[in-house]
């Protein structure tokens, strides 16, 4: 064996040494990275809206609390106020609460009505009401405006499904006639 075969030999010994110690460590990251991320269970999203996430942060919406009501006050008289919570998770204190959301829809504003804050098992750390205060309008390029815009789209699907329901109705009494 020469002398140039040796040294492919050690070279090669230390590329394969060097690719097992590169592929334990990114196996180590690997389950790091997961342990990590799947250290808050997931909402069940039969029930739970994914809205958005990025690193410290993640928004769901839930479906089952949507409830819709009229204003009552002066100036806003009969406007569509639309009321859902709000679930967020925040990475790094590992907590997560909820928050019930009001929307005026006509005027595009809101209030948040109470806010209840969760450790890690999920145990009531503290709550607050808000009785008082006024709605705020919306910031542009917000969480509050993306679920404005939310339910904005569905009124506006079931403002059309009415509306062919409507033509399709008039359509069948038309050929009864």
């Known amino acids: 064996m020469t002398l ?6 050690i070279t ?3 590329e394969l040494l060097f690719m097992k110690k590169f ?3 990114l196996l180590t990251l690997q389950l790091l990275i997961s342990a990590t991320c799947l250290a808050f269970e997931q909402p069940n999203p039969d029930r739970w809206l994914w809205l958005n996430s990025n690193d410290t942060n993640g928004f769901w919406l839930d479906r089952e609390s949507i409830n819709s009501k009229l204003d009552t ?17 925040n990475v790094k ?6 928050l019930l959301l009001s929307l005026d829809m006509e005027c ?5 009505l109470h806010v209840s804050v969760y450790d890690k098992n999920n145990k009531l750390i503290g709550q607050h009401t808000y009785s008082y205060g006024d709605y705020e309008p919306i910031v542009p ?3 509050i405006e993306s ?10 699907e079931q403002a059309n499904d009415y509306q062919n329901s409507e033509k399709e109705l008039e359509e069948i009494e038309s050929n009864i006639a």
């Open 141 to 143: 390029e917000t969480l």
């Open 147 to 156: 679920i404005f815009d939310v339910f904005k789209n569905l009124l506006k």
């Open 73 to 89: 006050r002066y100036q806003h008289k009969d406007h569509l106020l639309l009321e859902c919570w709000i679930l967020s998770y």
């Open 12 to 14: 090669d010994r230390w």
């Open 4 to 9: 140039k075969d040796k040294n492919a030999m």
């Open 23 to 25: 592929i334990l460590f």
């Open 93 to 98: 204190d590992d907590q997560s609460s909820k």
């Open 108 to 112: 595009a504003e809101f209030k948040i």
